[in-house]
């Protein structure tokens, strides 16, 4: 007879971390231009659309627009300019 004590548990990996997207904010506004996002002004209100271009100032041009305010879609435009002192946040809207 074995009275050799239970072999320990065998040791499992832990899995990787997650993968960080790492990079600036500035590579992220370059990676979203010609691709839908969504503006967040300081008022509340989105905007919704594709972004055509911007500048250092955060001022925002987007094509085929929708304003929401408060979840429900108010306005459509065919282009809309933001000045950047309103923006609170730009996000993508679609997959990077």
């Keep these: 007879m074995d ?3 239970p072999a320990p548990p065998a040791e499992q ?3 990787p971390p997650p993968v ?3 990079g600036s904010p ?3 506004l370059k990676g979203v231009v010609g691709k839908r996002v969504i503006v967040r ?3 509340g ?5 594709v972004l055509s271009c911007l500048d250092g100032y955060m001022n925002i041009a987007l ?3 929708e304003e929401h305010v408060n979840g429900n879609v108010t306005n459509r435009y065919g282009d809309a300019f933001i000045r950047g002192n309103n923006v609170l946040y730009i996000s993508a809207d679609e997959a990077l």
């Design 20 to 22: 960080a997207h790492s």
């Design 45 to 49: 209100v989105d905007y919704r659309g």
């Design 13 to 15: 990996t832990p899995p």
């Design 63 to 65: 094509e085929q627009t």
């Design 26 to 28: 500035t590579d992220f």
């Design 3 to 5: 009275d050799s004590p």
């Design 41 to 43: 002004l300081n008022s």
